[in-house]
């Protein structure tokens, strides 16, 4: 699903130069769930920000379900996400304005969908356990539940992949721990890639595999 060779990543110019990744050469198989982990400042987010066409590297090759997504343009990198990825932040990002079953379908509308989205959105609710919810608005449901309904919006469009930076970093030990729970179900009943970064080290019981960097590159890999 994902095969990324000799990425590096540097900000700044000469002595200024700040090298994020070195090099990374990694797999991610259709089906996985991918934990990234790593000290602060081991470049993690700058690396799921690549994969997931929100940043560019200077240098490498990225290929996304069989396609060189360093060879799209503007245009065609904004519908490869819209059609192809999900994703999912520390901060939730919902619109206050609309209630949560209009926040999940925004992805779906702006991809130009028009039957069962509505529909779609509802059953995504559903899953993710937010299905006496659709009417509310974000500052009605709990952090924990509106972080549900980011995952549930990054899904609306049966992403190939599902990325997810950090997404327990912001909630209480219970809301994190449901969170969790609910990427693995997505996983194992649903078949859902995903690739996740995150610093908790119980976060490795959930996955079925962990990528280490270290200084910009990969130190060593755990599988589960």
Known sequence: MISVKDLHKTYGHGVAATHALKGIDMEVDKGEFVAIMG????????????????????????NIDTIDTLGLNENEKAKFRLEKLGYVFQEYSLIPEMTILENVYVPAVCLGKQNGYRNRASEL?????????????PNEVSGGEQQRASIARALINHPKILFADEPTASLDIASAKIILELFKKLNKELGQTIVMITHEPEDEKQVNRVIWLSEGLVDRESKF
């Open 39 to 62: 000290r602060s400042g081991s470049g993690k987010s700058t690396l799921l920000h690549i994969l997931g066409l929100l940043d560019v590297p200077t240098s490498g090759s990225i």
């Open 125 to 137: 609710l559903e899953i993710v356990g937010l299905g006496n919810r659709l009417k509310h608005y």
